[in-house]
């Protein structure tokens, strides 16, 4: 709902581009949360022994951040939930380190990023993409035609 919220904002005064790239971004965080190891991995294995090795450790960690803990945390004694905590906090460095590698990679520099507005104009080649927004600040449709201004309506 954020950002939905957020593009309603920037459509309100009058950002139509941005309001694209919000709406993009709040759909990438949920398509990546949720199909965090449905990525092109395939292809980056392709790209040498130093990209297959990335592609293991990205998938073991994210397998890792996956499980939820052993234990109930409710029942577990502070010291065990601290060290939790940071053991959590530690994959999650290692597998923002893995993808920054991932993105020194030729081809994949965008690597789990959310669209530029200019890459969905570029994709409206074959015909206008329509973008719907609906939040408790208004209802807005975005015409996205190719290498045309935008309609918002």
């Known amino acids: 709902m954020l950002a939905v919220d957020a593009a309603s904002c920037a459509l309100c005064s009058g950002d139509v581009c941005r309001a694209v790239e919000l709406l993009e971004q709040g759909r990438t965080i949920i398509w990546t949360q949720m199909t965090r190891l449905r990525t092109p991995l395939d292809s980056l294995q392709t790209c040498?022994?130093?990209?297959?090795?990335?592609?293991?450790?990205?998938?073991d960690l994210s397998s890792l951040l996956d499980k939820p803990p052993a234990n109930s945390l409710e029942a577990t004694p502070r010291v065990n939930v601290e060290a939790e905590e940071a053991r959590y906090r530690h994959l999650v460095k290692d597998w923002n380190r893995a993808v920054e590698e991932i993105w020194k990679i030729k081809g994949f520099s965008c690597f789990l990023l959310p669209p530029l507005f200019s890459d969905l104009q570029d994709a409206a080649h074959d015909?206008?993409?329509i973008v719907l927004i609906a939040s408790k600040l208004s209802c807005h449709a975005i015409i996205v035609p190719h290498e045309q201004p935008l309609t918002s309506i």
């Open 48 to 59: 040498g022994d130093h990209a297959a090795a990335l592609v293991k450790k990205f998938r």
């Open 127 to 129: 015909g206008p993409i």
